[in-house]
């Protein structure tokens, strides 16, 4: 939408909270809110396009005792020059008119041809650095984009629920995406219906990125070819499998297979279905701070030697070992028990 020179932003927001009333919000973020600290600081991550604006003015409006803990977090990637320049104004002017706090960085490391995954992950550690809760603009299409990306490297039940509305990470971080609940249509028709301008990432229309590829040439077809609302579909199923997910991870729980001292107890999981092992040994893996990456074929392997329980060894990278003995899993330093080991085994 073309640029206008003067906008009643407070205005706005409440025209669009009437376009847009929270019962409209995903359900799972209402009764989360509402359980809320009243003065936790709220981090909004706020670009300046059609769906981070529509998050920022309906939390402004559906939220207006939060205001105050609102803060809004603009990253500029320097990767389109001068457009990306007005974007970081065009926010500024935004969180000006409403009263709301504004804090901007932008990327040191940018240069052309960088890669989505280096991209976001500077704009995640500057958003972390702000605020542990963090609101993303996030909606209906991008469950549909994100499911059909991770079809394609393999997920499982936990990479295909997302994008999830409340999803509660390490260190009491949250994230948290009140749009899910919306069609990116939707928030377009209600700014449009305001006549509320806002920025176009015209990178966006590029087929660079993995995503942009997806959005603009599979998901239009893949609709034609279901001959039904196949972005409300993708959305129901993310729903279903964060269900699984919870379910599974649950019943790892009551388990309780995590040994003291980082240890994984494989006859509490013996005779159990693949996926809680799966899931055991992934929760396992994630506890070993000083375990290198493995990649899919050496996870595998790891897995298939769990499953069986016999003694084995494998390496976790330049620092240790993953060893089983007596029907435990545990991480041992390089040369710990290397001895013992050795001499068991001849």
């Known amino acids: 939408m073309k640029k206008q020179t003067r906008v009643d932003w407070p205005r706005a927001?409440?025209?669009?909270?009437?376009?847009?009333?929270?019962?409209?919000?995903?359900?799972?973020?209402?009764?989360?809110?509402?359980?809320?600290?009243?003065?936790?600081?709220?981090?909004?991550?706020?670009?300046?396009?059609?769906?981070?604006?529509?998050?920022?003015?309906?939390?402004?409006?559906?939220?207006?005792?939060?205001?105050?803990?609102?803060?809004?977090?603009?990253?500029?990637?320097?990767?389109?020059?001068?457009?990306?320049?007005?974007?970081?104004?065009?926010?500024?002017?935004?969180?000006?008119a409403l009263g709301v706090k504004f804090a901007e960085a932008s990327w040191g490391g940018a240069q052309s041809g960088a890669s989505e995954a280096e991209a976001r992950e500077a704009r995640m550690e500057f958003l972390a650095k702000h605020a542990r809760v963090l609101w993303f603009g996030h909606h209906m299409d991008d469950i549909a984009e994100t499911m059909l990306m991770r079809l394609a490297r393999g997920s499982g039940t936990a990479g295909l629920a997302a994008p999830r509305p409340v999803h509660a990470l390490a260190r009491s971080?949250?994230?948290?995406?009140?749009?899910?609940?919306?069609?990116?249509?939707?928030?377009?028709?209600?700014?449009?219906?305001?006549?509320?301008?806002?920025?176009?990432?015209?990178?966006?229309?590029?087929?660079?990125?993995?995503?942009?590829?997806?959005?603009?040439?599979?998901?239009?077809?893949?609709?034609?070819?279901?001959?039904?609302?196949?972005?409300?579909?993708?959305?129901?199923?993310?729903?279903?499998?964060e269900e699984d997910d919870a379910a599974l991870e649950a019943w790892l729980d009551q388990l309780a297979p995590f040994q003291?001292?980082?240890?994984?107890?494989?006859?509490a999981l013996a005779g159990k279905p693949r996926a809680v092992l799966r899931r055991a040994v992934h929760r396992?893996?994630?506890?070993?701070?000083?375990?290198?990456?493995?990649?899919?074929?050496?996870?595998?392997?790891?897995?298939?030697?769990a499953a069986r329980g016999v003694r084995t060894r494998h390496s976790l990278g330049l620092q240790g070992f993953a060893v089983i003995r007596n029907g435990s899993l545990r991480f041992e330093l390089i040369g710990k028990r290397r001895r013992e080991f050795q001499r068991s085994t001849n």
Do not use: M
């Open 173 to 241: 971080r949250v994230h948290v995406r009140p749009l899910l609940s919306l069609k990116k249509s939707e928030l377009l028709a209600a700014l449009q219906a305001g006549v509320i301008p806002w920025r176009d990432d015209s990178t966006n229309r590029g087929a660079d990125y993995f995503r942009n590829r997806i959005r603009r040439d599979v998901v239009p077809a893949w609709a034609e070819a279901a001959q039904r609302d196949a972005v409300s579909g993708a959305a129901r199923a993310r729903e279903l499998l």
């Open 260 to 267: 003291p001292h980082a240890g994984l107890d494989l006859k």
């Open 284 to 305: 396992w893996l994630l506890l070993q701070t000083k375990a290198g990456k493995l990649s899919r074929q050496a996870f595998d392997a790891l897995l298939a030697a």
């Open 13 to 96: 927001a409440e025209t669009l909270a009437r376009e847009l009333s929270a019962d409209r919000l995903n359900p799972a973020v209402l009764a989360w809110a509402r359980q809320r600290p009243a003065r936790e600081k709220w981090g909004v991550a706020f670009s300046g396009g059609a769906d981070s604006l529509a998050l920022l003015l309906l939390l402004w409006t559906h939220f207006h005792r939060r205001r105050r803990y609102l803060v809004a977090l603009h990253f500029d990637h320097r990767l389109r020059g001068r457009e990306s320049r007005a974007d970081a104004v065009f926010c500024r002017r935004v969180c000006q």
